[in-house]
């Protein structure tokens, strides 16, 4: 018998967000989700994921834009993106027409911001839920600046779920001392679930140049190399939250999902892997499944939190 894989993301919340299985490709490194869609059937995945969306279109960071690190990558995007207008008007009708959620990953300059993208989302035909980016380490304005501040988290959120019945995701930056804390207070202002993590700071010299490879100095660092810091960030969030935490990071096989799910997330999001492997997040889902199956594990719900310590009575 094929396991059961199906997970629930947003339990109690007025919109539900059950997924038929709890793979998903991470904001950023699935477009729009369009051109995957020419290659293989996305409505496999358990969920889409935009790019991030802002209020106003944006042309993005100077090139070069990326550096390849050993075991991962630096980007600095700078949330290159059409604006949330065209994204209703061109992007969500056709995602409407899927048999798979679409997340839209959001992105404010300011707190209130997410608030006026939420109702601005609310009730659009194609959009399921909402992940709040307050963590983008490449803008000069919002993004990471939000996410390291508990205060400004927490308003974010909140102003997100009183403009939508969306579930609301927040999707946080390891790049702060106590991500438990902000997680808690998103939880408090009534976040539905965490996603963990954005990228990890980092920097590239060129020896040539004698000068940063990116022109901000400064990127986002994702692959394998911060797996082990995706893992404990979920595996330390977990504990202290209720509400589902979605694993972010690293992730590039069946196995790595599996620790992830150990660790307490119940879904996992594939990111860097996508751009070597266009179909990583299938391979993903299809390991995952084989790994339930060859151990006679019927429901993947089992094992997520398994390696979690007891709670303390
Ligand atoms: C970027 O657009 O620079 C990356 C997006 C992100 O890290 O959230």
Redesign the pocket.
């Known amino acids: 018998m094929p396991p059961l894989l199906a997970v629930d993301l947003a339990p109690g919340a007025k919109n539900s967000l059950v997924l038929r299985n709890p793979v998903m490709p991470a ?2 490194t699935f477009s729009w989700g369009l051109e995957f869609a020419r290659h293989f059937d996305v409505n496999a995945l358990g969920a889409v994921v935009s790019k ?1 969306v802002t209020m106003v279109a944006r042309q993005g960071n100077p090139q070069p834009r990326v550096a390849e690190t050993p075991a991962g990558m630096l ?6 993106n059409i604006g949330i207008k065209k994204c209703i008007s061109e992007m969500a009708p056709i995602w409407a027409r899927w048999d798979v959620p679409v997340i839209v990953n959001i992105a404010g300059d300011t707190p209130e911001e997410f608030g006026e993208m939420a109702r601005m989302l609310d009730g659009v035909p194609g959009v399921a839920a909402l992940e709040l ?1 307050i ?4 803008v000069d304005i919002g993004g990471i600046e939000i996410g390291q501040n508990v205060e400004a988290a927490g308003r974010a959120v909140r102003s997100a779920v009183r403009n939508t019945d969306l579930p609301v995701i927040v999707k946080l930056t390891p790049n702060i001392t106590d991500p438990v804390g902000l997680a808690v207070a998103c939880e408090r202002e009534g976040a539905a679930a965490i996603c963990a993590i ?2 990890v700071l980092g920097l590239a010299i060129d020896t040539r140049r004698r000068a940063p490879v990116l022109p901000r100095a400064r990127g ?1 660092l994702s692959g394998p190399a911060i797996k082990p810091i995706a893992l404990r960030i979920v595996y330390d969030v977990a504990r202290a939250v209720r509400i589902p935490v979605i694993g972010c990071g690293g992730i590039s096989s069946g196995e790595d999902a599996v620790e992830f799910l150990m660790a307490g997330a119940t879904a996992v999001q594939v990111g860097t892997a996508t751009f070597a492997n266009p179909r990583a997040p299938l391979d993903v889902l299809e390991g995952l499944a084989r790994w339930l199956e060859e151990r006679g594990i019927a429901d993947v719900n089992e094992i997520i939190g398994c390696a979690l310590p007891e709670p303390v009575a």
Not at 135 to 138: D, L, Q, V
């Open positions: 904001s950023g991030g980007n600095s995007i700078g949330l290159q980016n963590s983008c380490p490449n954005n990228t986002g």
